[in-house]
């Protein structure tokens, strides 16, 4: 079974420019995350889906970061503009609604 | 609120040492808790969960047991390999609507041969 799949798996941007993150869950899941992970630290949660709706986005800076989930599968996570202080790891995780979580490998931004 | 505090790392330890990770947690109701290993350049991969009190969690040599009374899930193996050096992250599952899951910090650890 093909687990969590996210690209890229590395990306540098200037600040100030917009990046987007893909994600696409296990198959079969209906649940969807996306964490950060700043260097050194734990993953915190950014935005849960259930299927295509956003039911937990209290985390998320609106005011750059957007998310979707068109269809209740892919997902995509954008920052528009970019920060130095975005430079961190986003992760997708999907799951079956009971709360267990299974990670992609992330993406690794870095903002210059 | 829930908040979750792992013992700081690195650990470093010779292969075959006795491992023990501490992990406490802070949660309103009955959380379920987790242990996952990051190996370098990878994602998180799930090693072990217990979902009540007493319950015991083990997987790939690797035990931790729900406290409730001294709100602790430890990490312990008895023998560990270079293989295992990786981090490792306590976390909590808050049973309510929310289902969100509270990470600690991560304790990296690191076996020498």
């Known amino acids: 079974e093909a687990g969590v799949v996210q690209s890229p798996r590395y990306k540098i941007i200037e600040k100030k420019q917009p990046v987007a993150f893909w994600c696409n869950p296990i198959s079969g899941h209906n649940t969807l995350y996306w964490y950060l992970q700043n260097l050194g630290q734990g993953p915190e949660l950014l935005i849960r889906y259930e299927n295509e709706e956003a039911v937990d986005d209290s985390q998320l800076p609106k005011d750059r970061f957007s998310a979707e989930r068109l269809k209740g599968v892919d997902s995509t996570l954008k920052i528009q503009p970019a920060e130095l202080g975005d430079s961190a790891v986003y992760l997708c995780?999907?799951?079956?609604?009971?709360?267990?979580?299974?990670f992609g490998q992330g993406t690794r931004l870095t903002v210059v | 609120g829930d908040s979750v505090t792992q013992m700081e790392g690195p650990v470093t330890l010779s292969e075959e040492a006795f491992l023990t990770i501490n992990c406490t947690y802070t949660?309103?109701?009955?959380?379920?808790l987790f242990w996952y290993v990051q190996y370098p350049g990878e994602g998180l991969q799930l090693l072990l969960k217990a979902t009540k009190a007493d319950d015991k969690g083990s997987n790939k040599g690797f035990e931790a047991t729900y406290r409730k009374e001294t709100t602790s899930f430890h990490l312990e193996k008895g023998s560990v390999q270079v293989s295992d050096s990786a981090v490792y992250f306590c976390a909590l599952l808050r049973m309510d609507s929310s289902y969100k899951l509270i990470f600690g910090s991560g304790t990296r650890l690191l076996v020498r041969p």
């Open positions: 995780a999907s799951g079956t609604g009971s709360g267990e979580a299974f």
């Open positions: 949660a309103t109701g009955y959380p379920s």
